[in-house]
Structures are given as structure tokens and as C-alpha cells.
């Protein structure tokens, strides 16, 4: 693909999301998924191996019926209220149809089950965006009517997303398809809690994207694609295994990294709101999702030692550069915790 038709489909990705996260009208909210679903189709398939074009696939067949559910809940609503406004969703089946088709744009269970599969058959820099970039249109669309959607719905969703995304990952050798599940998993922190309090759910969006940013460029970098990978990551990049191995336990939630604080700020809001059970549910739920964080960290760090002579992989290639553009993204993945109290809603 040539560097023009590049730069067009990211121009059209990043203005279909800000059509979509500026506009308070129905139509041009769904004009702005459209288009950004567009855009990313051939940057998914752009390798024209067989994986990519099914990824591909699968993802238009998703995102088009998720759309296309998004179009009838806002005519339903139309009827009933005369008007196109996002603000003003109060029919009740139109607010369970929005609910359950951005929890299938979002990938929530139980409609999770194209995202394991689209990561897999994408890159890593196409994967990136998929977990990052393309959560932003729905998440704020989902911030807007969050006073207005279906809470039931939501809870249930958020909590089995929470359940489904820690149990996925466990079996998983494939690092997209685990990062797949990861995010399958926060994306339930944050539709659980957005019903109690936005701006918590925003937080946990803006923590877990600049986790997931550091962590997948440090993929990236030392080209490591399975859990098997991991273990010759620090014969080839002394200096990016440590930074890779706390971003992974940072994006788990181990305190006292990053990655603890919306965990921690949502449990405390649930526990405020007299929902032990809930709060009870997601704690225990994340600790599937640290067990498969710590092994791939146990998988890093089980090669740091002083004296790799019985590593029988290949010693070090090239200069150890790929840790520097991580300078910018990393501090706030790992060392964020102490402006917990500011975080405060």
C-alpha cells in the first residue's frame, strides 16, 4: 500500500471518529461509525494473506449490523420523541437496541467474539488501533446517553465482559488474542461503572489506552508474537524486557502501578453505592486476567539473569534502541498512582 492511500485512510479513520465525538445529531454520529469503519477495512486487510481478509471480514459484518442496529434505535426513538437528538433518547426498546449495539462495536460479551478473531488476523500497529483508536466513537456515544441507557443491560454486560475476559485469556498462547481478551476485560470495568459515575469511566478509558499504547509498541519493537517469544525478548533487548514486563503487570492491575487506580477508584464507587456483591464479582473476575499478566511477566523475566550462557538463541544483533520512543508513553502506564486523590470524582 502506497504511503498516500496510508495517509487517506488515516485521515479518514481520525475524522470519522471526531465527526461522531462532536456531532449530538442520530445521523451524523452514525455517518461518522461508517466512515470509520470504512477507513479501516483495507489497513486490516492490506497483508492480502488469508487471516487479514477474513479479519477484514469479520469485522465489516460486525461493525455494519452494529451500525445498522445503531440507525433503527434512533428512528424508533425519532417516532416516539420527533426528534434526532442524542441527548434526548427516552424511548425504552430504542435505549436496550443502542445499549446492545455499541456493546457489539465495542466488543462486550456476549457479542466479544469477533475481537479475539480481528487482532489475530491483524498486525500489531493495525491491532493497536483497533484497541485504542476505535474504542473512542462508541465509548463516546455510550458517554453521552449514559444517564439514558439501559443500566441493566449495561451492568450485566460490563460484569460478564469482566468474567468472560479473564477466563479467555487463560488458555491463550497468541499475545493478540490475549491482549484481545485484556481488553475485552476493561472495556467491562468501564461499562459498569459508566452508569455509576462517567467520569470514572473515562478515567478507566484514558489509563487502560496509555497502558495499551506503551505495551504494544514494546511488542512491536522486539517483534514478539507468542508467549515462547517472550523469553528471548531480553537476549535481543536488555533495556525494553524490564520496561515491557511492568507495563504487563501495570495493565493487570497490580499496585502500585498505574493500572490500579481506576480498579481501585471503581471498587470504592461501587462499595459507596452499596453494591458489595458487583464490587466482589469484578475483583475476583480481575484476578484471572493478573494470573495470565503475571505469566507472561514470569515468561520475561525468567531469561533476565546475569549470565544468559545457557539461552542458546541469538545474542545481541543490533544496538538497543528500541526502548527510547517508549520515553514519552511509559511514565504514565506505571508511575500515575500517586495522583490517585486528584482523580477523586
Not at 475476559?165 to 461499562?191: C, D, E, P, V, Y
Amino acid at each position: 500500500m502506497s504511503p498516500m492511500i496510508t495517509s487517506i485512510l488515516i485521515l479518514n479513520l481520525a475524522t470519522g471518529t471526531i465527526i461522531t465525538m462532536a456531532s449530538f445529531h442520530w445521523l451524523l454520529a452514525w455517518m461518522g461509525l461508517e466512515l470509520n469503519t470504512l477507513a479501516i477495512l483495507p489497513i486490516i486487510s492490506k497483508s492480502h494473506h488469508p487471516r487479514a481478509t477474513e479479519a477484514s471480514t469479520k469485522y465489516f459484518l460486525t461493525q455494519a449490523a452494529a451500525s445498522a442496529l445503531i440507525l433503527f434505535s434512533s428512528v424508533m426513538n425519532a417516532q416516539t420523541t420527533g426528534q434526532w437528538s442524542i441527548l434526548q433518547l427516552e424511548d425504552p426498546l430504542a435505549q436496550t437496541l443502542l445499549t446492545m449495539a455499541l456493546a457489539m462495536k465495542l466488543g462486550l460479551a456476549p457479542a466479544h467474539f469477533w475481537l479475539p478473531e480481528v487482532l489475530q488476523g491483524s498486525s500489531f500497529k493495525t491491532g493497536l488501533i483497533i484497541i485504542t483508536w476505535q474504542k473512542l466513537a462508541p465509548m463516546t456515544l455510550l458517554l453521552l446517553t449514559w444517564n439514558q441507557a439501559s443500566m441493566l443491560t449495561l451492568t450485566m454486560m460490563g460484569s460478564l465482559s469482566v468474567i468472560v475476559g479473564g477466563l479467555g485469556g487463560l488458555n491463550q498462547t497468541q499475545l493478540r488474542k490475549i491482549i484481545a481478551f485484556s481488553s475485552i476485560a476493561h472495556l467491562g470495568w468501564m461499562a459498569t461503572i459508566i452508569t455509576k459515575s462517567n467520569k470514572l469511566a473515562l478515567l478507566n478509558l484514558t489509563m487502560y489506552i496509555l497502558i495499551s499504547m506503551p505495551m504494544m509498541l514494546s511488542l512491536i519493537f522486539s517483534s514478539t508474537k507468542t508467549t515462547q517469544d517472550l523469553t528471548t525478548t531480553w537476549t535481543t533487548s536488555p533495556m525494553l524486557a524490564p520496561l515491557t514486563m511492568m507495563t504487563l503487570l501495570s495493565l493487570g492491575g497490580l499496585p502500585p502501578l498505574s493500572g490500579f487506580m481506576p480498579k481501585w477508584l471503581t471498587l470504592e464507587e461501587l462499595l459507596t453505592q452499596n453494591m458489595a456483591l458487583l464490587a466482589t464479582v469484578l475483583a475476583m473476575s480481575t484476578l484471572l486476567s493478573l494470573f495470565f499478566y503475571l505469566r507472561l511477566s514470569y515468561s520475561l523475566s525468567v531469561t533476565m539473569s546475569p549470565s544468559p550462557t545457557k539461552i542458546s538463541s541469538k545474542w545481541r544483533l543490533k544496538p538497543d534502541t528500541s526502548a527510547l520512543p517508549l520515553s514519552i508513553t511509559l511514565p504514565p502506564s506505571i508511575l500515575a498512582l500517586p495522583l490517585t486523590p486528584l482523580m477523586k470524582p
